[in-house]
């Protein structure tokens, strides 16, 4: 693949390589240019902040940090067009898995070493994972206004109810008010009936007080005569 069918353009993580023709799938984009290095030294070189060091076996790495090595701007993706190989001969070529059209990020897969090491603590920025957090951050939303909205219906309930028993202690309150005045008006009968029958008493007791002093009288009548 020439060079004309990538180019290095602006990308969301600072620098990438853009297709500027139609790449079909299985075409090699670009060899990852560099010094080879032992293992060794190439850690030394990591301990210092070099980032693109590929390591191509346990013996041997590819310092790729010369800006002259255009796929050092192939950027990692989660969801990548391309992928990164080790030939026979021990180079390492950037291949595409799909067709990419122009004007596409052309991306591939890190590693999972260097994921963790370095690309997770500072937050994936490739698409995938962009749309991942997206989605997180919309369902924490949902969640969010379901439970606002939960706590909205259970504070309307609790208005209603409040309103409801006011209504009923209202209602309750009238009709004892209503009831009071049967009360006294009862309270009064008793009282006259058993002033009625106190009075009843008081004349029985008269009338045979009377009866018995008329007896007591009548012998003493008989004897006059």
């Known amino acids: 693949m020439t060079r004309k069918s990538f180019r290095v353009g602006r990308s969301k993580t600072g620098l990438g390589l853009f297709a500027t023709d139609v790449i079909p799938k299985g075409t090699i984009i670009a060899e990852y240019r560099g010094r080879r290095l032992r293992n060794e030294q190439a850690d030394k070189l990591a301990d210092r902040g070099n980032k693109y060091l590929y390591e191509i076996n346990n013996r041997w790495t590819i310092d790729g940090s010369n800006r002259r ?3 050092r701007y192939a950027n990692h993706s989660c969801r990548p067009n391309a992928e990164s190989d080790v030939t026979r001969q021990k180079k390492v070529i950037i291949r595409a898995i799909k067709k990419i059209r122009p004007d596409d990020e052309i991306t591939y897969d890190y590693g999972e070493d260097y994921f963790d090491l370095i690309i997770k603590p500072l937050g994936c920025k490739c698409d995938k994972c962009q749309e991942k957090r997206s989605e997180q951050r919309r369902l924490a939303r949902k969640k969010r206004f379901a439970k606002q909205a939960r706590i909205a219906a259970a504070q309307a309930r609790a208005a209603q109810a409040g309103i409801t028993q006011a209504k009923e202690a209202r209602t309750g309150a009238a009709k004892t008010t209503a009831v009071q005045p049967t009360k006294v008006q009862g309270s009064k009968v008793k009282k006259e ?3 009625r ?5 008081i004349v029985s007791k008269q ?7 008329a007896t007591a009288d009548a012998p003493e009548q008989r004897k006059a005569a």
């Open 193 to 195: 009936s058993a002033k």
């Open 197 to 201: 029958a106190i009075s009843k008493q």
């Open 207 to 213: 009338i045979v007080s009377q009866q018995t002093v």
């Open 69 to 71: 090595n255009l796929a």
